[in-house]
């Protein structure tokens, strides 16, 4: 069964250092996600991706978070200064269309320092 | 915005029981729900999904009730087996979002033989 990718599974970085957390979506996917889920607490929306443009971001995904899918295959997310509170996991996520539910990957587990 | 919560934060039960995991939500616009079970280490795995247009949904040894009149919605397992031990977390998603779907806490699941 085709799989969500996350890569690395586990990223550590130091505070105010940027960060890229890489996914590859199954193939026939055309909606993407981020979500997150720090410790102990609720998976969380960030970011919908459709058609090469954000569709829908929470408060969450400020200024500081971007997402891009360069080259059709890879969809990434970026935190361009990381802070101690975006430690969490990040769950990238896709679908095929509206009728078919989210397929998550095993997550990128992020902590900063 | 939603607010989704779980019943109960755990939930024990004998192998071969049938389990029952249970949740509320807030907002009445939201039309569509879904079941995820979490093992440790990895992402959230589809189980069942149902919209506001159903108040039952069956799937192999799972079935996903809604009663929209008082905002609940319940996983039902039969014959439990210690492989579905798992942290299980039901979510809502509005009408028209396209997955952003907001998320309960979860239950963790223990089954034992």
Avoid at chain 1, 39 to 55: A, D, M, P, R, T
Avoid at chain 1, 87 to 96: I, K
Wanted: glycine fraction near 8%; hydrophobic fraction near 35%; include cysteine.
């Amino acid at each position: 069964e085709p799989e969500v990718t996350q890569t690395p599974s586990h990223q550590v970085t130091q505070m105010g250092q940027e960060v890229i957390l890489r996914c590859v979506p199954i193939s026939n996917h055309l909606y993407f996600y981020w979500y997150r889920q720090i410790l102990g607490q609720k998976v969380e929306f960030l970011v919908s991706f459709y058609n090469n443009e954000i569709s829908e971001k929470s408060e969450i995904f400020d200024d500081q978070f971007s997402v891009e899918r360069p080259d059709g295959s890879n969809f990434t997310l970026k935190i361009r200064s990381t802070k101690l509170e975006d430690s969490a996991m990040y769950f990238c996520a896709g679908t095929l269309q509206g009728i078919s539910p989210l397929h998550f990957g095993n997550g990128t587990r992020l902590t900063v320092t | 915005g939603e607010s989704v919560g779980l019943h109960l934060p755990t939930l024990s039960v004998q192998e071969g029981d049938n389990s029952i995991i249970n949740c509320a939500y807030s907002n009445s616009a939201s039309d569509y729900f879904i079941w995820y079970k979490q093992e440790s280490g990895k992402g959230p795995q589809f189980i069942i999904d149902i919209r506001s247009n159903m108040d039952k949904r069956q799937g192999q040894r799972v079935t996903v009730l809604l009663n929209k009149t008082v905002k609940h919605l319940s996983l039902q397992i039969a014959a439990t087996q210690p492989g579905d031990s798992a942290v299980y977390f039901c979510a809502a998603s509005p009408r028209g979002s396209n997955y952003k779907l907001t998320f309960g806490k979860g239950t963790l699941l223990t089954v034992n033989p």
